[in-house]
């Protein structure tokens, strides 16, 4: 399955994202995944990216379209994908639409989570991830057993240093100028499922199987 998961930040695009994967092993593509591993490499275009990042706005469109065809070309993705944060601006979707019809092929769905503000200020300040094997914590929701250790490697935790309360508003409104428009671009499209991302995780998940038409026994 190609599939593309939408919504605003910290709706939980990625927990459900990583968890898809590893039960369908479908590549999950992350473009701030992949954009935050260049800013910490210091690459050249990791260091255009940051400013960008930090300040909670979009990375301009022709450095993350080239990141994304790149990686859709790689072994792993011709099977199916998950697009965790990707296409972001109308004009990423008609890149990524054109791009795969030259292939022959396309996006089979679409996801659009939905959750309320309040929520997401409350996730996203809340949210730890682990910084050796990426594991997403959250300090009330999904606490670790041990303060600032991961359960799963016993890697630190750490915050990302877009997760202030003054960045998160920015980046919520960034979400709705420029990325909420490819609700209606997708709807239009007939390949938009709805999923009630206020749930607790588990019910996201079975809601998300089902939606995409995916055994949930
Ligand atoms: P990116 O990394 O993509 O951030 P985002 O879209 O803002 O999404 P998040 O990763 O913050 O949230 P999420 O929806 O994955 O939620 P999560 O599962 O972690 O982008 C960062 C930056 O990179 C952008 O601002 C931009 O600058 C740049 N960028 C990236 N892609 C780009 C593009 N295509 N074009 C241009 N620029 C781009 O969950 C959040 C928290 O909530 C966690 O703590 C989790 O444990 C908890 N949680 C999750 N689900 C639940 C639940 N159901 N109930 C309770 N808690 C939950």
């Given at each position: 399955m190609r599939l593309v998961f939408l919504g605003p930040p910290g709706v939980g695009k990625g927990t459900q994202a990583r968890r898809?994967?590893?039960?369908?092993?479908?590549?999950?593509?992350?473009?701030?995944?992949i954009l935050r591993e260049a800013v910490a490499q210091e690459t050249?275009?990791?260091?255009?990216?940051?400013e960008y990042m930090d300040r909670g706005d979009l990375v301009p469109d022709e450095i993350v379209v080239?990141?994304?065809?790149?990686?859709?070309?790689?072994?792993?993705?011709?099977?199916?994908?998950?697009?965790?944060?990707?296409?972001?601006t109308v004009n990423q979707a008609q890149e990524l639409e054109a791009e795969l019809s030259s292939f022959g092929s396309g996006i089979d769905a679409v996801v659009f989570f939905k959750v309320s503000e309040k929520e997401i200020i409350r996730r996203l300040t809340g949210r730890r991830i682990c910084k050796t094997c990426g594991a997403?914590?959250?300090?009330?929701?999904?606490?670790?057993?041990?303060?600032?250790?991961?359960?799963?490697?016993?890697g630190e935790l750490f915050q990302r240093s877009d997760d202030s309360e003054d960045t998160v508003r920015r980046r919520m409104e960034v979400y709705l100028a420029q990325t909420a428009p490819l609700i209606s671009y997708y709807r239009s499209r007939g390949i938009l499922w709805e999923v009630n991302g206020?749930?607790?995780?588990?019910?996201?998940?079975?809601?998300?199987k089902e939606v995409?038409?995916?055994?949930n026994d």
């Open positions: 898809l994967s590893q039960e369908y092993n479908w590549p999950q593509i992350a473009t701030g995944d050249p275009l990791g260091v255009r990216a940051k080239g990141i994304v065809k790149e990686r859709l070309a790689e072994p792993d993705a011709q099977e199916g994908f998950i697009l965790d944060g990707f296409p972001r997403l914590y959250h300090i009330i929701y999904n606490p670790p057993a041990v303060e600032g250790k991961c359960d799963q490697c016993g206020e749930q607790n995780p588990d019910q996201v998940y079975r809601q998300l995409l038409g995916l055994n």
